[in-house]
T-cell receptor, first 112, second 112 residues
Framework: GENVEQHPSTLSVQEGDSAVIKCTYSDSASNYFPWYKQELGKGPQLIIDIRSNVGEKKDQRIAVTLNKTAKHFSLHITETQPEDSAVYFCAATRGGGNQFYFGTGTSLTVIP | ETGVTQSPTHLIKTRGQQVTLRCSSQSGHNTVSWYQQALGQGPQFIFQYYREEENGRGNFPPRFSGLQFPNYSSELNVNALELDDSALYLC???????????FGPGTRLTVL
């Protein structure tokens, strides 16, 4: 099955700085890569996703890049704000598949 | 917020007991997936239900079982509870089995 690794496990940044979280995957058949934000006591919330036919996708302060050859994808958050503090999970799945394979999470703290 | 709801929000059981967790999918979604999230970990896939049939299962024993109803809501049943079953149980709904999954807030299960 798929194996998704996520780094770093914790990340602290000053407000206004950028944050980058990286994930690698093992299954070359994976073609859909969502990112979720999970706040304390809540379920994961989809923040951005990318499919394998696209190299980059941006939504305001959030962007995701995908390198299919190297099998890694990254989340970029610019101009971080305290409300960005949460645990972020990457995931991967293959077309026609059913389960999402999740990374182990990155706890992001934005220091005011 | 997604339209996915789960009940109850918290549950305390003792070892050996049985538990039923419930999930209502988002309007227009016919697929429900269940995940177990241990503390500090990413969600782990339990199984998926599509049009009232099990559509894939992760590495969980048979004492984890489920149902999906004609209105696409779903139940997760766990028999013979063990201490290691203590976790946040998440359900996610999607329009199709391999489409974007939207998570509910989860049910926190504690087994004593």
């Amino acid at each position: 099955g798929e194996n998704v690794e996520q780094h770093p496990s914790t990340l602290s940044v000053q407000e206004g700085d950028s944050a980058v979280i990286k994930c690698t995957y093992s299954d070359s058949a994976s073609n859909y890569f969502p990112w979720y934000k999970q706040e304390l006591g809540k379920g994961p919330q989809l923040i951005i996703d990318i499919r394998s036919n696209v190299g980059e996708k941006k939504d305001q302060r959030i962007a995701v890049t995908l390198n299919k050859t190297a099998k890694h994808f990254s989340l970029h958050i610019t101009e971080t704000q305290p409300e960005d503090s949460a645990v972020y999970f990457c995931a991967a799945t293959r077309g026609g598949g059913n389960q999402f394979y999740f990374g182990t999470g990155t706890s992001l703290t934005v220091i005011p | 917020e997604t339209g996915v709801t789960q009940s109850p929000t918290h549950l305390i059981k003792t070892r050996g007991q049985q538990v039923t967790l419930r999930c209502s999918s988002q309007s227009g979604h016919n697929t429900v997936s269940w995940y177990q999230q241990a503390l500090g970990q990413g969600p782990q896939f339990i199984f998926q239900y599509y049009r009232e049939e099990e559509n894939g299962r992760g590495n969980f024993p048979p004492r984890f079982s489920g149902l999906q109803f004609p209105n696409y809501s779903s139940e997760l049943n766990v028999n013979a509870l063990e201490l290691d079953d203590s976790a946040l149980y998440l359900c996610a709904s999607s329009m199709t089995p391999d489409d974007t999954q939207y998570f509910g807030p989860g049910t926190r299960l504690t087994v004593l």
